[in-house]
C-alpha cells in the first residue's frame, strides 16, 4: 500500500537559505514582482532552526503549530519519513503572537488537541478518535477513528462513526473507503465527505436525519481533497485538491460552481505551484488564501478574490514549502517547513 505521507515527501523536500520577497499577481495571466515593505509579516520566533512539518490548525480560537514527524524531528536532506508519535505541539496565542504552552500527545488536529486539554462535552472523543465534527445542538459528532495509530497509509480509516456524546452510543457506522476530510453543513442538514475510491474522486453527501446517502459529487483529479471550508451561511463549500487547486460546491443545488472550465476540474488560477493540504477563508469571507509550494522550495501563500473568482496577490514567505494556512481575526497564519509567519490581512490587501 502506497503510503500518501511517503508521497509527499518525496514532492515536498526543500533546500534551506535565500530571502523571501512579496509578489501580487496583478491578473490570472499576467503577473509582476513588486519589492514591498515587509512589516505586514512577521515570523514567529521559539521554533528550531531546519526543517519541520509544521502544521498550523485552530479550532474555537485556539492555535496549535504541530510537527507531524514528532518531538521537533529536523527533516532536512531526509526523505522516507512517517509520522511517529509523539508529536510536538505548541499553542500560540494569536494576539500576541508568542509560544504560551508545549507539550507532545497523538492527536495532530486542532480538535481533538483542544479536546484532550478541556473539560468539553466532546472531550471524551479524544481517547480512540483523532478527528470529528459535531451538531452541538443534537450532541451528535461525526468521528473518524484510526484503524491504527501508527500507521498512516490511505486506508487510516474505514469508515464515519456517528456518535451521542452524551450517552457515548455508536448510533450507527457509515462504512466509506479512503476518507480524506468531512465537514457538517452550518443548518446541520448535510454531511460532506471527501472520498477516493478505485474508479474515482468524490465529495459524498449524506442527510443527516437519515443518515443515508443523498448524493455523489464526482470531480476530475489524480489526488483527493483533505481540506473543505464552508462560508458562514453555508451557501459555498471551497474544496482543496491536494496539488492541483480549487473546486467550489453551490450547496444548494450540491453542483460544482463554474469557476473554471470544465466545472469538475480543480483550478490552479495558472500558479506554476502546487496547493499544499489546507485552505482558508478570510473572516469577511471576500478572500480565500491558500498554502503554495513550488517543487522543493518556495513557499508562498495566495490570496483569491471570491466575488472576482479570480488570484489577486501571491506572498513568498519562505526557501522552504508552505504546508498550511489558517485565519485568526485579520491576521493570516501559515506554516512553512522554516516555521510559522503571520501576515496582517489588511494591510497585505492595500500592497
Known sequence: MRKWVILLCLMFMVAVGGEWVVRRAISQNTSSTISQSTSFVRKIGSFPVGQYWWLVDAYQGQLFVVDRYGNKVDITDKINLDPALPFYVARINPDTEQVVEEFTTKQWRAVAISAERENRIDSWLAQDYDYWVLDSQSNIAYALKPVRWDEWGEER????????????????????????????????????VSVKTEERMEIRVFSTATLELIKAITYESDTPIWDMKFTR?????????????????????????????????????????????????????????VALRDG???????????????????????????TSVTVMGDKLFAACLDGVYVIDIPVWRQQ
Open 157 to 192: 480509516y474505514t469508515g464515519i462513526h456517528v456518535i451521542d456524546i452524551q450517552t457515548r452510543q455508536l448510533k450507527k457506522f457509515i462504512e466509506v473507503p479512503l476518507i480524506g476530510t468531512l465537514v457538517l453543513h452550518p443548518n446541520r442538514e448535510k454531511l460532506y
Open 296 to 322: 522543493r522550495e518556495k513557499g508562498r501563500v495566495a490570496a483569491i478574490d471570491i466575488a472576482q473568482k479570480r488570484l489577486v496577490r501571491i506572498l513568498e514567505l519562505s526557501p522552504t514549502g508552505c
Open 233 to 289: 451561511d453555508g451557501s459555498r463549500l471551497f474544496c482543496c485538491v491536494y496539488g492541483r487547486g480549487l473546486l467550489v460546491i453551490d450547496t444548494v443545488s450540491d453542483q460544482f460552481e463554474p469557476w473554471g472550465e470544465p466545472a469538475d476540474m480543480p483550478v490552479n488560477f495558472g500558479l506554476a505551484t502546487d496547493f499544499s493540504f489546507t485552505i482558508a477563508l478570510a473572516s469577511d469571507e471576500k478572500e480565500v488564501y
